[in-house]
């Protein structure tokens, strides 16, 4: 069935240093991949979006690349702060019906 | 502009009760999603209405249902509950279909007893 793989599910990360959180989706009718933030106890929080139609995306210190061929979708962050410690979900969504699957999520935590 | 408003914020029912969970979306958003979270996980998806037709559902039981009404507001209904039902069930709006940025609410924490 569809799938959605996401990984690392932690990484720590030095404060300033860059971090990369991947995701692989198995429907290729996927068209529409979102990203969000869900810090502890709060609802998700969209932080960036790609469609099926671009390869990368980028706003001030996130970026968002996608490679349609290897179905493989991943998330930047540079030069992270210590706000940027959250859990962060990818997901993957088809149009014909509005299908959407989750990543199982990454904890990101960001070291002083 | 308000966001997506959920109602209640919380609830603790016993097994096999039943469970209605409100959603307003943002105003002029059509779309609306409902997911459950279990903690430690991903929110998963259980239906899409979009113009007061389900346009999509997840792979849930038929205990669970919901509707929308003509304000485009929604209702999720989980009949017999179970142990396994305990999550946080959260409400996304969408301008569109769901190929179109989601913003999400609070959620509802329903805990079952």
């Known amino acids: 069935g569809e799938n959605v793989e996401q990984h690392p599910s932690t990484l720590s990360v030095q404060e300033g240093d860059s971090a990369v959180i991947k995701c692989t989706y198995s429907?290729?009718?996927?068209?529409?991949f979102p990203w969000y933030k869900q810090e502890l106890g709060k609802r998700p929080q969209l932080i960036i979006d790609?469609?099926?139609?671009?390869g990368e995306k980028k706003d001030q210190r996130i970026a968002v690349t996608l490679n349609k061929t290897a179905k493989h979708f991943s998330l930047h962050i540079t030069e992270t702060q210590p706000e940027d410690s959250a859990v962060y979900f990818c997901a993957a969504i088809r149009s014909r019906d509005d299908k959407i699957i989750f990543g199982k999520g990454t904890r990101l935590h960001i070291l002083p | 502009d308000a966001g997506v408003t959920q109602s209640p914020t919380h609830l603790i029912k016993t097994r096999g009760q039943q469970v209605t969970l409100r959603c307003s979306p943002i105003s002029g958003h059509k779309s609306v999603s409902w997911y459950q979270q279990v903690l430690g996980q991903g929110p998963q998806f259980i239906f899409q209405y979009y113009e007061k037709e389900e346009r999509g559902r997840g792979n849930f039981p038929d205990r669970f249902s919901a509707r929308q009404f003509p304000n485009y507001s929604s209702e999720l209904n989980v009949n017999a509950l179970l142990l396994g039902d305990s999550a946080l069930y959260l409400c996304?709006?969408?301008?569109?279909?769901?190929?179109?940025?989601?913003?999400f609410g609070d959620g509802t924490r329903l805990s079952i007893l």
């Open positions: 790609i469609r099926s139609n671009v």
């Open positions: 429907d290729s009718a996927s068209n529409y």
């Open positions: 996304a709006s969408s301008s569109r279909s769901s190929n179109q940025p989601q913003h």
